[in-house]
């Protein structure tokens, strides 16, 4: 199958090269629109059904017509003077409230952009006053709009509406703040803008330079980002497609992360066919370049897809997790690299075809075998003094790894970088008012026994909950229209995103339900504190579940792969302490040095899946051509050193350029830990356990690395060939 893919697009290489152009013209303008209707943030809806905060969602939608796809963006008004809100001040605000609510905001489109592309999100908000401040500093109003707060079209909207508002007050003598998860959302976005272009250029400059200087080429250094992209374009759309098909509902992250995790393995991928290409073409100087490209690209095309199927495999066990991110999350990567994969054996090599030798014009580095120097010292210390790399380098990763002594998670949405607009205004009405009046916790109360809810048979619940340390405020409680479900807002006194929120949530308020809930009827807690308390249950359950599920079937394909059963041992042994280290290192960075609540909550469980597949797909490159080298005659730790200088340019170039772009997730708000850790999860599986403890332990284990089955050295004709056998280079193109 690989070599029939490989061999027909090495064949028909401008076939193939236009049919993946159209496809990504064609997928790439769709995927913005697809991945908007797949696309959900809120975090309640990827809860399984019988999660408290869950129940209390559906009873806020069927019984209160709660709108799920609605977010609230709660605005501030005050007097521009800063004198307090006389009644005529307040009349004044409610009127022009009034006024705002019958306008409709227009989308905001650019001049040629198509309409189909993005739908119209174009709308007439819902606005109500919500509550003035005991010192009437200002008044609140609530205004509810409708769409995903990660979508562009509801952003545009809001931004819209903002601008309006706060002209439409100024004038009326009045200043505007703005606050709620759409509000934060944009000015995040806003803060990062300049980051994420700089650094994206950044990422691409530097994966630029760095094919410049590997093969001083130009086209080596652009072409692959070309392809890369076109191959990307088309992962993204078959995503949102399949996403649309199977009624799958994705993150508003996981597309960024996508995009970035195919730059990386895609770069990666068409970096081990350039230098075995070159390796080759050196080698066979007389061959017609489209024949070596068929050759190479069969040999490559089989490790390439033992990488990528280690990682499908990886992420094919997040359909195990109850958490419904990862459970989306999981296929929509396994998805994306599926789709990497068939351009790897496709569009790749008919690229290669295509080029020829001109692909590494104007270098003659074809015309002569590289010294490899600094590569081959590297090597030959790692196979002379394996005990002490292997001793530095468990030291440096088990020093990483006490950093996760005391990790917390934190459930929140993550420190964004400087304050916000957004923050700011929420700070402001603390300072009067409870912090969770912009984002209440509700009990949802609703009858079993056939009977009608009334306030005075919820009032000694309703005095239980405001006697409960940490609740500032109760509001009054309202009625369902039949008088069968009632709603109970509490304001607690701390940050609804705080760990504390969460522990008020799922502790002393659920108590306070369970304990004083009028018989023949049943209540639930909702809230931004409980859907996080619950998120906590839910991801602490998939990591149990998820973690040794992966851990076992990535052995199974190394097992398989490799013919051995202590290789894959001593290389799940290798990962598995490059993921504590790396925790780790998150863990004293933000947690202890940053002073951060804590390690994000999906951050282990995407690090774990990342660093052991990724970090295995480098562990697989340097065993196998350990293994080819043990292959000749020689001594074992001869071979070692061959394989390091073989394979030191390709896994660090590629270490490098993955890490890179794990890296530019950090201008995602609310993504630096995700952006650092990776980065240096990837930085470590490359240089430190590819190239040296894996190595290292090759050169203590011996051949005996491969038991049961040993690779064992090619006879001779006689002893006196043996030292000059060993010092050739092989004939036959390794995997890499």
């Known amino acids: 199958m690989i070599r029939a893919l490989t061999g027909y697009s090495t064949r028909h290489p401008w076939k193939v090269v236009a049919l993946w152009g159209v496809l990504a013209v064609v997928l790439t303008a769709l995927a913005p629109m697809l991945m908007s209707r797949v696309t959900q943030s809120q975090t309640a809806d990827f809860l399984p059904r019988s999660y408290d905060s869950a129940a209390a969602m559906r009873i806020a939608e069927e019984q209160f017509g709660l709108n799920p796809d609605a977010t609230v963006v709660t605005v501030l008004v005050a007097r521009s003077d800063g004198k307090a809100l006389s009644a005529a001040d307040q009349t004044r605000v409610e009127a022009e409230a009034e006024k705002l609510g019958k306008r409709r905001v227009a989308m905001p489109r650019a001049d040629d952009e198509p309409t189909f592309l993005l739908p119209d999100r174009s709308q007439t908000p819902r606005i109500a006053p919500a509550m003035v401040a005991p010192d ?16 562009q079209g509801v952003q545009g909207v809001y931004r819209a509406f903002r601008d309006g508002t706060r002209t439409q007050f100024a004038e009326a003598g009045m200043r505007t703040g703005f606050t709620g998860g759409l509000a934060d959302a944009v000015d995040s976005a806003d803060s990062h803008k300049t980051a994420s272009t700089v650094g994206g250029a950044v990422v691409m400059g530097l994966i630029v330079l760095l094919n410049v200087l590997v093969f001083r080429s130009a086209l080596a250094a652009v072409l692959p980002l070309l392809a890369v992209a076109l191959i990307g374009g088309v992962a993204g759309g078959a995503v949102a497609g399949a996403a649309l098909l199977t009624g799958l509902k994705l993150d508003a992250g996981t597309p960024g992360l996508i995009s970035v995790v195919l730059l990386g393995i895609g770069i990666d991928y068409m970096l081990f066919l350039l230098f075995r290409f070159r390796e080759h073409l050196r080698a066979r100087p007389e061959q017609p370049a489209r024949e070596a490209a068929a050759q190479v690209s069969a040999r490559v095309g089989t490790a390439i897809t033992s990488a990528a199927l280690t990682i499908v495999a990886a992420f094919a066990t997040l359909g195990l997790a109850t958490f419904g991110q990862f459970r989306s999350m999981g296929p929509a990567i396994a998805v994306a690299v599926l789709v990497m994969l068939l351009g790897s054996l496709t569009l790749l090599p008919a690229l290669l075809a295509v080029a020829g030798r001109k692909m590494f014009w104007p270098s003659k580095a074809l015309l002569r075998e590289p010294r490899d120097r600094r590569a081959a010292r590297f090597g030959e210390l790692v196979a002379r003094r394996p005990l002490l790399m292997l001793a530095a380098s468990v030291t440096l990763l088990a020093a990483l790894a006490a950093g996760t002594i005391g990790l917390r998670m934190d459930y929140g949405r993550g420190d964004s970088g400087p304050q916000t607009p957004a923050a700011a205004t929420a700070v402001e009405i603390s300072h009067a008012l409870p912090a969770g009046v912009s984002d209440p916790t509700s009990v949802y109360v609703t009858v079993t026994d056939g009977g009608t809810l009334s306030t005075d048979r919820l009032t000694g619940l309703s005095g ?30 701390v940050d609804p995103q705080s760990p504390e929120a969460r522990d008020l949530a799922s502790g002393p308020i659920r108590a306070a339900v369970a304990q004083h809930t009028p018989a023949g009827t049943t209540a639930h807690v909702g809230g931004t504190p409980a859907i996080f308390a619950d998120v906590s249950a839910a991801v602490d359950h998939d990591l149990r579940i998820v973690f040794p599920v992966a851990a076992a079937l990535i052995a199974l394909i190394l097992l398989l792969l490799l013919r051995s059963l202590l290789a894959p041992v001593v290389l799940m042994l290798s990962v ?39 970090g295995t797909d480098y562990n697989i490159l340097i065993t196998d051509r350990i293994r080819e080298e043990m292959q000749r005659p020689g001594p074992a730790r001869g071979a070692v050193a061959r394989a390091v200088r073989h394979t030191t340019p390709a896994i660090a170039m590629a270490g490098l350029v993955l890490a890179g772009s794990f890296a530019t997730l950090a201008t995602t708000p609310g993504s630096e830990q995700v952006a650092f850790a990776m980065a240096l999860g990837i930085m470590l599986s490359a240089l430190v356990l590819s190239l040296v403890l894996v190595p290292a332990l090759a050169a203590l284990l011996g051949r005996s690395l491969w038991w049961p089955v040993r690779p064992r050295p090619a006879a001779v004709a006689h002893p006196r060939h043996a030292a000059a056998g060993a010092a050739r280079e092989p004939e036959r193109i390794s995997a890499y």
């Open 464 to 493: 239980a909950l405001a006697r409960v340390d940490g609740v500032g405020q109760v509001a009054a409680t309202v009625l369902n229209q039949d008088h069968r479900a009632a709603r109970i807002d509490l304001y607690p006194t």
């Open 576 to 614: 598995g302490l490059g993921f504590v280290a790396t925790l780790g290192a998150a863990t004293l960075l933000f947690q202890h040095a940053l002073g951060e609540p804590g390690i994000s909550f999906t951050l282990p469980l995407v690090l774990f899946l990342f660093v052991v597949a990724l």
């Open 136 to 151: 009437r500093s200002f008044e609140l109003l609530s205004v509810e709009l409708v769409g995903n707060a990660a979508d």
